[in-house]
Structures are given as structure tokens and as C-alpha cells.
């Protein structure tokens, strides 16, 4: 089988298009810029080196006509990706030109090529943002409880207090067990969409697209939805809290007892290599991860360890850390170090007989090699 992967690559978009016997996907997935030039990689099985085609933008007008011939499958992980102070006058409009509208444009015309196979790389943000709590509901029921308090003043009056009173123990109980059901809760793909951003947003969108296309054409979909993934050149945040590590600096995260869900780029590749070709990964919609959650606290041991560093964590309150990073005006980035984020991925183990052949350990001394190495 012949496959194309597109990515975001060094401000480019590239299509790469090898034999599925390779199996060695770019899952690379930098800032896609507002006019991005776009790339076609092919390769044929007499050949190991690569033929780019540049195809342009991705939009609702992007030719990708030559990229896709003789193509059986594609692999889609380019996209206008979330961004923390996106200065786009309308994000949301910036997002679905590319993730929607470049989306639904691409699988269209792979359907017209005969591709047979389309793996749409989402994203867990088309879930939502955190696990370990539903803060509308509980909001709500504190919202309740507050107002019967005010009963209860009224109730004494009346000779109504003692009931009101047990009420409102009712609903505190009913609220320590909505919180303590959801703190073991983990996004998987029965739950109902729940999109936070732009970016979660157009992704999910791009998800409903793919899936009339699947009806309409016949063409299979496969649709994943990664965490945060890591890997020799990871970028962003993740680079960041390594580079820190590396200096030695002390680091307030000591006390965040949080659990977030992670993938690998060895297991990304691993699966999307899998999903290009079992027939059983059909019309799948996949949450993705390691499987190995973990709290920030132990990330930064971990990091550590592959870097042959000591830890030095500081046991600040989370609560003092978000002030600070309210204070700051980081609340984003600080949530994101303090919230949980765990994925179920039991569907897609037992569907696909996947296990992920690569542990955290084994790939985060893969990123120490390439942080260590001369950079060019």
C-alpha cells in the first residue's frame, strides 16, 4: 500500500507518500504560518528518495491532485495548530480555513483520487481541556446549596430549618461524590464533544466533515485524538520544563498531585502505521495515549533521570501557584501544569491489539540524546 503523510514541517506543510512496509511516519507539527507552502514527499517501492510537490495553502482551494495519485491512503497531521496568544483578528475563522475547510478540502479530492484510506489526526482538546472535575455541575449545586443556606436563616423562622438543614447535607454529600466519580473520570470516545477553544473547536468540526464524506464517497475514515505528544525536536512547553530541568532550577511543582495522559512520537508512528492498514481501525474514532499518567511533579523526576540531573522541586501550594500565575498573567500555562488530563485508551488497545511498544522511560532518553546533541 501506498500512503501520503502530510505534516506541518519548519514552516512548510509536507506530503510525504511511502509504502506502508516503511513505517516510519513524520509526526512532526510545527506553527503552520497564514500562507504556508505546502509539499508532496513521494516515494514508490523501487525508490527510497523522496519526490516533493508543492501544492500550496491549505484551504478549501488547495490542488492536491498531483500529491494524491496512485495514493491508496492518507495520513493527515497538518493544522493550524492551538496557539496560546493567537493575534488572529477572528482565531476562530483562522483555525477553520485551515482545519475544516483545508480538511474537508483534502479528503474530498482523496476521494476522487480513490484513496481508500483517510487517518485524520485530531486532537483530545475536541473532549474538552481537563478530567477530575465537573465544574459546571458542581458549580451549580454549590449555587443551590448557597441559596438554601439563606433558607435555612428564613427556615428557623418557620420551624422549617431542621429540614432544609438536612438538605443541604444531602447536597454536600451528592457534591464530595459528583467530585470524587469525576476525579477518576478519563476522556474517551463516548464522550460527548466538548470542544473549550478555536482550535478544539475547528478540529471537532473537521471530524463532523470527514464523517459525511465517509458516508457519501465510501472512503474509510480513521480518526485519532493524541494528548500532548513528545519526542526528539518536541517544541513549545514541553522543551521549556526540559530546559529548565537541565539549568537545575528550582521548580514550585513539588506538591501537584494532578495525572495527565501523554503519548510518545515511537507510539504515534507505531499506531498510525497500524491504522493505515488494519481493516479493523475503519470508521474508528481512537483516544490515544502511553498510557502511563503521571503529575507534573513525577514529569519533572522523570525528565531528570534521562538527563542524568537531580530534581529540585519545591513543595508549593497549588493554590499559591495559581495566584501567581493569575498574578502574571499565565493562568493558562499554570493550569495546564496543575489540571489533570487522562485519556482512556482501552478502545483502541483491544479493538487493534495495539500495545505501545515504547515505554516513557525508553523515549524521553531519546529526547535527552537529541536535547544533548550539537544543534546545527
Known amino acids: 500500500m501506498r500512503f501520503s503523510s502530510i505534516s506541518n514541517q519548519r514552516g512548510s ?120 472535575g465537573m465544574r459546571s455541575a458542581v458549580e451549580g449545586r454549590k449555587s443551590d446549596v448557597r441559596g438554601q443556606w439563606s433558607e435555612v436563616g428564613r427556615g428557623r423562622k418557620s420551624g422549617r430549618g431542621a429540614e432544609v438543614r438536612g438538605r443541604r447535607s444531602e447536597d454536600r454529600a451528592k457534591n464530595q461524590e459528583l467530585r470524587t466519580k469525576n476525579l477518576t473520570a478519563a476522556f474517551s470516545k463516548r464522550d460527548t464533544p466538548n470542544p473549550e477553544d478555536p482550535y478544539g473547536q475547528s478540529k471537532w468540526e473537521a471530524e463532523v466533515e470527514l464523517r459525511k464524506i465517509e458516508a457519501s464517497t465510501g472512503m474509510q475514515v480513521v480518526i485519532l485524538r493524541p494528548p500532548l505528544l513528545y519526542g526528539p525536536g518536541v517544541k513549545a512547553n514541553f522543551l521549556k520544563l526540559i530546559q529548565l530541568v537541565d539549568k537545575g532550577i528550582p521548580l514550585p511543582l513539588g506538591s501537584i498531585r494532578n495525572k495527565r495522559s501523554l503519548l510518545s512520537l515511537t507510539n504515534f508512528a507505531d499506531l498510525i502505521s497500524r491504522c493505515v492498514t488494519d481493516e479493523r481501525a475503519a470508521g474508528e474514532t481512537f483516544t490515544v495515549c502511553d498510557g502511563d499518567d503521571l503529575s507534573t511533579a513525577e514529569l519533572v523526576k522523570r525528565i531528570a533521570k534521562a538527563l542524568g540531573k537531580k530534581p529540585h522541586l519545591l513543595p508549593v501550594p497549588e493554590g499559591v501557584i495559581k495566584l501567581a500565575g ?51
Open 326 to 376: 493569575k498574578l502574571t498573567g499565565k493562568s493558562a500555562q499554570v493550569q495546564r501544569l496543575c489540571s489533570s488530563l487522562q485519556i482512556d485508551s482501552s478502545h483502541v488497545r483491544k479493538t487493534l491489539d495495539w500495545e505501545p511498544p515504547c515505554t516513557m522511560e525508553q523515549e524521553l532518553e531519546r529526547v535527552s540524546q537529541w536535547f544533548k546533541s550539537p544543534k546545527s
Open 13 to 132: 506543510v509536507e506530503v510525504r507518500s511511502q509504502t506502508s512496509e516503511v513505517g516510519n511516519l513524520q509526526t512532526t507539527n510545527s506553527k503552520l504560518p497564514t500562507a504556508s507552502e505546502s509539499q508532496s514527499i513521494t516515494n514508490d517501492q523501487s525508490s527510497t528518495t523522496p519526490e516533493i510537490v508543492v501544492v500550496g495553502n491549505i484551504d478549501a482551494s488547495t490542488d492536491w491532485s498531483e500529491a494524491l495519485k496512485g495514493m491508496e491512503a492518507v495520513v493527515h497531521l497538518a493544522a493550524r495548530v492551538h496557539i496560546m496568544d493567537d493575534t488572529a483578528e477572528d482565531p476562530l475563522a483562522a483555525f477553520r480555513e485551515v482545519n475544516v475547510d483545508g480538511t474537508r478540502r483534502l479528503a474530498e479530492e482523496a476521494a476522487k483520487a480513490g484513496v481508500k484510506r483517510f487517518v485524520f489526526i485530531s486532537s483530545i482538546k475536541v473532549n474538552g481541556e481537563e478530567t477530575g
